[in-house]
């Protein structure tokens, strides 16, 4: 069984940063990507930001690009998510997940996901 575990959220003012983290534990598992999600309350789950590990390319949605950087290492199963310039907006659980599809915006392909860990942006 293979078990994601995020850390790292909290509550934070609005133009400040938080780092999330996640890491991979269990049985080994090869993954095509790892990935965020968010979701706020009466919202659906969206995608935030992933990384591929074949060229360690990067993508993210348009509300974050500028603001978050995803950084991680295949080796480890680890994936970060650096959040600068946090904006109310930017409050929801966020959740980490790896895909071995290459199909990497939609919440469906993923086949392993964290609990989620609560980011609050105060304004």
């Known amino acids: 069984q293979v078990q994601l575990v995020e850390s790292g959220g909290g509550l934070v003012q609005a133009g400040g940063s938080l780092r999330l983290s996640c890491a991979a534990s269990g049985r080994t598992f090869i993954s095509f990507a790892m990935g965020w999600f968010r979701q706020a309350p009466g919202n659906e789950r969206e995608f935030v930001a992933a990384?591929?590990?074949?060229?360690?390319?990067?993508h993210y949605a348009d509300s974050v690009k500028g603001r978050f950087t995803i950084s991680g290492t295949n080796a480890k199963n680890t994936v970060y998510l650096q959040m600068n310039s946090l904006k109310p907006e930017d409050t929801a659980v966020y959740y980490c997940?790896?895909?071995?599809?290459?199909?990497?915006?939609?919440?469906?392909?993923?086949?392993?996901w964290g609990q989620g860990t609560q980011v609050t942006v105060s304004s």
């Open positions: 997940a790896a895909t071995r599809s290459t199909y990497i915006y939609a919440a469906r392909r993923y086949e392993y």
């Open positions: 990384i591929t590990w074949s060229g360690a390319t990067t």
